[in-house]
């Protein structure tokens, strides 16, 4: 038999030589860049949601202690008007907010509840020092106030939009005058 004849075209060809290995380093500029804003997106949005949670901070644990209040207590309107005022001190400065007080306090109080609950918080913390004080109907009222009041998010109104909101007041009833005690 004859051996297998071998084609000269083939033993002229070489070996294959593959090309170096693309490094993986330097990155192109462009994966640089948008590394670059993805970290500084990262670090802004943490800064903004601890500055947003320092913020709150005394409004949730005001919350937290509303909840805890005994509701049969006598002192219950007290304690809640104290705690709402702790809760304003510690985002207003304490030289404007000193002076606040009786009919600018619950102006003030109204300008962070919705329209539909304004005008009652007043007539119930005005009733604190009564004789009669408050029945256990007006105590659920003024714990849903005060929940209401210290549950918005929104930033505190400055002392002064009172005076702003003392002429448009003025054309409504004003705010609260002694309250009777009906039994």
Known sequence: ???PQINPAL???EDIVLPQPISQLPI???YWLVAIIIIAAGVITFIKLRKRAKYHA???AALAQLQQLDIND???PSQINSLLKRTALSYLPRQDFA???GDQWFKWLELRLPQAEQGQIGLLLAKRYQACGLNAAEKQQLFKLAKSWLTKKARFAPLNAI???ANSA???ANSPQEASCSQ
């Open 28 to 30: 192109a500029p462009g």
């Open 170 to 172: 003025n054309t409504q």
């Open 163 to 165: 005076k702003s909101n």
């Open 11 to 13: 033993m002229q060809m």
């Open 58 to 60: 005394p409004r949730k």
């Open 99 to 101: 002076q606040l007080d």
């Open 74 to 76: 006598s002192q219950y």
């Open 1 to 3: 038999m004859n051996a």
